[in-house]
């Protein structure tokens, strides 16, 4: 069993930043293609940005290009989703999701294990 347990989340205005990070533990995140995700009131979950197994792939949401970036620091067994210029359009829960299948997808259905999430609010 893998455990992930983001943090990071909170609210900021427009055009501020935030760094999301998703420490994972009972297994290594270096094994695993790993996601984030976000889900707003009332909309579907929807993928941000995916890194895989050896960090080489990267897949991300054209909502977040150039805006958001991730990377992965395996001595500490933790990813993390740096946001930056903030939109309101960004405001949701923000969920780590790690798969252990090759490359990187954007179904949530691929990812075997999630975190609880944190909540991101940009205001305008």
Do not use: H
Not at 9 to 34: E, I, P
Not at 37 to 62: L, M, N, T
Not at 88 to 107: I, R
């Amino acid at each position: 069993q893998m455990q992930l347990i983001e943090s990071g989340g909170g609210s900021v205005q427009a055009g501020g930043s935030l760094r999301l990070s998703c420490a994972a533990s009972g297994r290594t995140v270096s094994s695993y293609a790993m996601g984030w995700f976000r889900q707003a009131p009332g909309k579907e979950r929807e993928f941000v940005f995916g890194i895989g197994r050896s960090g080489g792939i990267r897949r991300y949401a054209d909502s977040v290009k150039g805006r958001f970036t991730m990377s992965r620091d395996n001595t500490e067994n933790t990813v993390y989703l740096q946001m930056n210029s903030l939109k309101p359009e960004d405001t949701a829960v923000y969920f780590c999701a790690a798969d252990s299948g090759m490359g990187v997808t954007n179904l949530p259905q691929n990812y075997e294990y999630w975190g609880q999430g944190t909540q991101v609010t940009v205001s305008s």
